[in-house]
């Protein structure tokens, strides 16, 4: 561990917030800037976002997606050449690139930081995915204060798209649960609804997989129909069909694409 590194953090929020305070924790010299959250104790508090950076051999920029470029924005004029600028933000690898053209020329290298695990609860040791140019110094600064750290070859985006594919899948089979639970409840057998899903994933395997792509293209015109009734039946219930919609809607394409021309 090098204690001289210098780590700026911006936004205290309840990621950026942990991460810092374990930092401190583990020796590190951290300060850093919120405009709306106190710095947690034993973390130098700055005046903005470049006072923050000034003075930082690597920049932790974990606010929101929508503050991901303007957190860069506000810090450009007080970076220095070698500071490595590490996004954490889960925005989409567009906004990645953007940081990259944003540092070109100016030998700041950029880290894409997915978090691939909340941070509450297990603070600098959420399994961390990285790409960029900077990705092999990252991991070489955040591992020995006891960071979960994997190198992701490719440029910055590599890492938050692979994260994002993984979102469609975990975001979407929780909101299906959601959306399925609500409307049993309306219908009066959420207990029975509940048992089934829970048998359902705990059978889950690599088999699994193909099965459901498979039967999906290939019995799409009758769970087409299905999907319809279904949200029939929770309109009746008075519960939105947003995620059974959808599924119909995607059942539906699939159907047309292989009727006969």
């Known amino acids: 561990m ?16 942990e991460l810092a305070r374990d930092l401190v924790a583990a020796g590190a010299d951290v300060r850093g800037f919120d405009p709306l959250v106190a710095a947690p104790h034993g ?9 923050a950076v000034r003075d930082a051999d690597l920049v932790l920029s974990v606010n929101s997606s929508h503050d991901a470029i303007p957190a860069l924005d506000n810090a450009l ?5 070698g500071t490595l600028w590490a996004d954490l933000n889960t925005a989409a690898p567009s906004v990645k690139a953007t940081l990259v053209e944003r540092l070109t020329g100016r030998s700041v290298p950029v880290v894409d930081v997915a978090l691939m695990r909340p941070v509450p609860g297990n603070g600098l040791r959420t399994p961390m995915l990285v790409s960029g140019e900077g990705a092999d110094r990252y991991a ?10 994997t190198v992701q070859p490719g440029p910055a985006g590599a890492a938050i798209s692979r994260k994002l594919l993984r979102s469609v899948f975990y975001k979407g089979l929780a909101a299906a649960v959601v959306e399925a639970v609500a409307a049993a409840e309306a219908a009066g057998c959420a ?11 705990a059978g889950f395997d ?21 999907m319809a009734a279904a949200c029939e039946q929770l309109k009746e219930l008075g519960v939105p069909a947003r995620v059974a919609a959808a599924a119909r809607d995607l059942l539906i394409e699939l159907r047309d694409q292989e009727a006969p021309a």
Do not use: K, M, Y
């Open 206 to 226: 690599e088999r699994t997989i193909d099965r459901l792509i498979d039967g999906t293209r290939r019995h799409s015109r009758r769970r087409a129909d299905e």
């Open 2 to 17: 090098s204690p001289s590194v210098r780590i700026a953090v911006l936004g205290f929020g309840e990621a950026g917030g």
């Open 140 to 149: 070489e600064i955040l591992v020995p204060f006891g960071a979960d750290v």
């Open 191 to 201: 207990p029975w609804l509940r048992d089934d899903i829970s048998a359902e994933l």
């Open 43 to 51: 973390v130098e508090s700055r005046r903005d976002d470049a006072d």
């Open 77 to 81: 004029s007080a970076l220095s050449a």
